[in-house]
């Protein structure tokens, strides 16, 4: 962002010596308050001098052409947000101390002028926050920064008042993550921004009632355990206010709730979200006690749980490989079991591990206190071995269970990626999938030559396929391969992309935003999407298919804009296409049923947002004014079984409640 360096203040001038301090008008106001011949005597000195400066002007400057003013400009970089935390004023820009004693105007017009480094002028953002029952405003809120931005530090002022007013003040650019939370309600997350900088244009949040969760943690004998670390934690991407900020491509804090139980083994959880999955564990002396098997969901209101530790069962097992040689010293992990399909542990599991053991040197590993239930044990994720997990059932009566793990070494899927004309393509994406398993293989990047390598991988056929997402070229055709082959060609496929900018509709300003891209034609029938959520003023959508595309741009303020472009190769030159954006409507979807359940959300042909929603959930989004259609799907059903057409305004606020019936 560029800003001026000479700024004007209430008194006209900039205070810093240069010309403008000494301009006639300036000079008229004092001199009336002078006697008469003094001031004549200033005037006449006052004339020369000028004459004097205009003769030596016209000889630099041809007759009758404008000077244009000299405005230094710097560019503002993220190391400039520790000088604001200092200013007491985040709006007032500082510069040298004034001397007391102002230049002569003469001296002053020859002194060359120094660029003075500015402190940014803030962001300024306002919010008002209201129940979400009554439309009451909330009070004891706490506004706090929840995470950093691209290229930020994080560093803000904030003050809040009993009225549930607040207001942000930071460095820019805009996009700083906040969150509000209060006494009884359940905390949410949210982006500042640069429209909503005055209190008459404050966003408007809302906060809905929390939930209460009392745990008690027991040992194999009912007795409660003391000093017990009972954790909870949620994906920031549910705890967001709006959809406008899509899958948050910003490093929000991941948000977190903990409390200690006392003498009777009892903690208290207060303000925590409700429909919401609530991951938990349990610690004592830096000991991880548990890990629940499955999310916990609350309602408003109180609930309480008990926990107990040390009454599960022991699985004991061996790895091996095929040859039945014992492996030692690899990692086992235990997840919950979830659907009843094959699959094969993948890094970004790693979160949601119950447990983990060691193999000895016999290749023998044991997991004590295993819960009742069902679950997924195998080897975690390496570079040597790769096993497909077990699944395993555990009852209540067992004490102690048996499991066995198969260990494939040195079995990769080779091959390389090529364009059209057989040319090689790096840096793609190449995914391989057994067909009605979670058994995925996935490798980001092909080498310079277009030469890949996926493995370790289990025995079996498998779907692989690449793409690039960008640039002029097409996913490949998926085609069947076998574990262990080392010559797949898989060949990219002529496509095209859609160059643009965003601005907004009035100013034309250029403006930061998400972008999601959709196939035109069709109806409403969802045909996918591809998304970048970046928040760039300029976009690129590679790797499409060579016809017409929906393109929706999405601000963290809550603007949109819709435009419509085909897809062509970047070698015509297309001009960019410029999508608009201005206020919409907001929509509030509600699951008020017992099930939860998924909906998307049409303009026309276009789908603005889709996503799932708890029993209890809500979310609010932005849509363009107009017709918009609303499609509702239970949870367990494989079709939308609900249609909502509704009208809205620009500005207007409209709830969409569904009862998953």
Same mark, same amino acid.
């Given at each position: ?52 400066? @205009? ?44 001397? %007391? ?25 306002? !919010? ?65 921004? @640069? ?29 409660? $355990? ?16 709006? &959809? ?139 570079? %040597?071995?790769?096993?497909?997990? %077990? ?54 990047? &092909?080498?310079?030559?277009? &030469?890949?390598?996926? !493995? ?153 947002? $889709?996503? !799932?929603?708890?029993?209890? !959930? ?24 609900? %249609? ?18």
């Amino acid at each position: 962002m560029l800003v001026g360096a000479c700024l004007g203040n209430r008194d006209g001038c900039c205070r810093r010596g240069c010309a403008e301090e000494e301009m006639p008008g300036n000079s008229v106001n004092l001199a009336r308050r002078q006697p008469f011949w003094p001031r004549m005597r200033w005037i006449a000195t006052f004339s020369a001098l000028m004459f004097i400066l @205009a003769l030596g002007w016209s000889l630099k400057t041809p007759m009758g052409r404008e000077v244009a003013p000299r405005v230094e400009t710097v560019e503002i970089t993220p190391e400039d947000e520790s000088a604001l935390s200092a200013e007491p004023d985040l709006l007032t820009p500082t510069g040298p101390e004034t001397r %007391e004693e102002r230049l002569p105007v003469a001296e002053a017009a020859a002194t060359p002028e120094t660029p003075t480094p500015m402190v940014p002028v803030a962001v300024v953002f306002n !919010g008002r926050v209201l129940s979400d029952t009554d439309g009451h405003p909330v009070a004891e809120i706490v506004v706090e920064v929840a995470g950093r931005r691209p290229g930020g530090t994080g560093q803000a002022e904030i003050a809040a008042d009993d009225d549930g007013t607040f207001i942000v003040r930071h460095a820019p650019p805009a996009g700083l993550p906040l969150a509000v939370r209060a006494p009884g309600y359940a905390p949410v997350l949210f982006l500042s921004d @640069a429209v909503h900088d005055a209190p008459e244009r404050a966003a408007e949040i809302r906060l809905g009632p929390a939930a209460t969760l009392t745990a008690r943690v027991v040992d194999a004998l009912g007795t409660g $355990m003391a000093g017990v670390q009972v954790r909870l934690s949620a994906e920031a991407l549910d705890l967001r206010f709006s &959809s406008d900020l899509l899958d948050l491509p910003y490093d929000f804090d991941a948000p977190e709730w903990s409390a200690e139980t006392d003498l009777h083994g009892t903690a208290v959880l207060v303000d925590l979200p409700p429909a919401v999955m609530l991951t938990a564990e349990l610690s004592r002396d830096g000991e991880t006690l548990l890990r629940a098997t499955e999310p916990l969901t609350l309602t408003p209101g109180r609930r309480e749980i008990v926990w107990s530790i040390g009454t599960g069962t022991l699985v004991t097992g061996r790895v091996r490989t095929e040859a039945g040689t014992a492996v030692a010293g690899v990692e086992v992990w235990r997840l919950n079991a979830g659907a009843d399909m094959a699959m094969v542990f993948r890094p970004d599991m790693g979160t949601s591990v119950a447990a983990k053991a060691r193999t000895d040197e016999d290749g023998v590993f044991a997991m004590p206190d295993v819960a009742e239930g069902a679950w997924r044990i195998g080897l975690a994720p390496s570079a %040597e071995y790769a096993s497909v997990a %077990e699944y395993l059932k555990v009852e209540r009566s067992a004490v102690v269970t048996e499991v066995d793990l198969a260990a494939h070494a040195h079995l990769t899927i080779a091959g390389k990626v090529v364009g059209p004309e057989g040319q090689p393509v790096a840096n793609a994406r190449i995914v391989a999938n057994q067909a009605g398993t979670l058994i995925y293989l996935t490798a980001d990047i &092909s080498n310079s030559d277009g &030469s890949f390598a996926l !493995g370790p991988a289990v025995p079996g056929a498998y779907e692989i396929g690449a793409g690039t997402g960008r640039g002029d070229l097409r996913s490949s055709e998926n085609i069947i391969v076998q574990a262990g082959d080392q010559d797949v060609i898989l060949a990219m496929r002529q496509g095209g992309a859609i160059r643009g900018r965003v601005v907004d509709a009035l100013t034309r300003e250029p403006t930061p935003a998400a972008i999601v891209c959709s196939a035109a034609g069709g109806g409403r029938e969802f045909k996918g999407f591809q998304r970048i959520l970046s928040h760039s003023v300029e976009f690129e959508l590679g790797g499409l298919k060579l016809t017409d595309y929906y393109v929706v741009a999405h601000t963290a303020d809550g603007r949109i804009g819709v435009g419509r472009s085909e897809a062509r190769p970047l070698s015509e030159g297309r001009e960019l296409l410029e999508v608009r954006v201005e206020p919409g409507a907001k929509l509030v979807i509600r699951s008020t049923g017992e099930l939860g359940g998924s909906y998307q959300v049409w303009w026309g042909e276009t789908i603005i947002a $889709m996503n !799932g929603l708890e029993a209890g !959930g809500r979310i609010e989004l932005t849509t363009p004014p107009g017709e918009v259609w609303v499609h509702w799907r239970p949870r367990g059903m494989r079709e939308y079984i609900t %249609e909502r057409r509704i009208h809205v305004s620009a500005g207007e606020r409209r709830e969409v409640p569904f009862d998953g019936e």
